[in-house]
Structures are given as structure tokens and as C-alpha cells.
């Protein structure tokens, strides 16, 4: 199966569609997601979810089918196809993939580089030039545990190394990243 991706912007929609679709999402999540104060976070919440939604029609999978389990670290899985998925949020947009792999994915604007911040995500073979590369830096090791699944752990433990060939790892990994606009989305897939 090809991977699943979408990517939209909380504008995009009305607030007509915000409140029909919470009524769609499934009941734990709806619950959660009604506790939410701040109504632009509530909107990416809702719009993962429907982006979720929107891509199993794509292969077929009705939303109300899909059973999900969590595991010991809360990480969302589905438990009665052999599919993986994750979704993330910055700003306006939410995203979500599918894919046959376990997979993990974050969003980030570019951002200034955090020096402070370096110094806790980056070892000395992770060369960071521009605060661009910060932005992929961070997003790849944000989605590295999102696909693991393990809470943030320690981020020098897995190292990206940004080349004139793409981008490489010291783990068994595939790696995406996209430029969008002012964002970066980093894509991590199991490559077993």
C-alpha cells in the first residue's frame, strides 16, 4: 500500500463543519477533544480526525470499523486492520498519514534555532547549519518517537545526518521530509 498523506489548514473549513463532524468522531475521542478550551486547538484535533477519516475512504476502511487500542504510552493504534497512523498539529494545519508501516509524523513552522534546545536534541555528528535545519532536525526526531511510540525519549539516541543526498540515519529507518510553505513535515516509517 503507497502512503496516505493530507495536509489542511483549520480555515479551510466553517464552523458549521467543525461541530457536524465532533458529532462523527468516535466516542473517547469526542470526549477529549470537548474538553479542550482554546477553539483553534479544538479545530486541529477535530480536522486530524477527519483527515483520519477522509484517508481510510481512500482504501476503503469505514471510520466506524476501525477499532482503536492504546498502548502502555497512549500511543493511538489500530487494532483490526494491518495499517498504522499518526497525526499531528502546528499552528493552522493538522496532518495525518496512513500507511502499511509503522509510521510517525510532526509539522513544525521553521523556526529560529534554540541553541539551549540543540544542545538537548543534537549530537556533535548532527550538523546544524540554518534554522531550517534545526526545524527538519527537530520534526525528524519528534515523528522518530511518534513511530516508535515511546513518549519522547532521549532525542540523542537516534541521529539525522542532512546530505547532498537526502537525509540519513543511524537507525533502520525511511525518512521523508517535506517543505511546505514555512513548515516542514517530517515523514518516519519502520523500514522492516
Known amino acids: 500500500m503507497e502512503d496516505l ?52 475512504k481512500e482504501i476503503d476502511i469505514d471510520y466506524n470499523d476501525v477499532l482503536i487500542k492504546y498502548n502502555e504510552h497512549g ?48 549530537t556533535e555528528k548532527e550538523n546544524i547549519k540554518s534554522d531550517e535545519d534545526y526545524t527538519f532536525l527537530y520534526t525528524l526526531k519528534e515523528a522518530y518517537y511518534k513511530m516508535i511510540g515511546t513518549g519522547l ?5 537516534i541521529e539525522f545526518y542532512i546530505t547532498n543526498e537526502g537525509i540519513k540515519s543511524n537507525k533502520n529507518i525511511e525518512i521523508k521530509s517535506i517543505k511546505n510553505d514555512d513548515y516542514i513535515i517530517s515523514i518516519i516509517k519502520d523500514a522492516c
Open 5 to 56: 498523506i493530507n495536509i489542511k489548514n483549520i480555515h479551510d473549513y466553517d464552523d458549521k463543519f467543525y461541530n457536524d463532524f465532533l458529532n462523527t468522531i468516535k466516542d473517547e475521542k469526542k470526549e477529549k477533544i470537548k474538553k479542550v478550551i482554546k477553539e483553534d486547538e479544538k479545530k486541529r484535533k477535530i480536522l486530524g480526525e477527519y483527515l483520519f477519516y477522509d484517508l481510510l
Open 75 to 122: 500511543k493511538p493504534l489500530i487494532d483490526n486492520y494491518d495499517i498504522y497512523y499518526n497525526i499531528s498539529h502546528k499552528d493552522d494545519y493538522s496532518v495525518c498519514i496512513i500507511s502499511s508501516k509503522k509510521v510517525g509524523i510532526d509539522i513544525e513552522k521553521i523556526k529560529e534555532t534554540d541553541n539551549k534546545v540543540l544542545r538537548f536534541i543534537a
Open 153 to 157: 525519549g532521549n532525542f540523542k539516541d
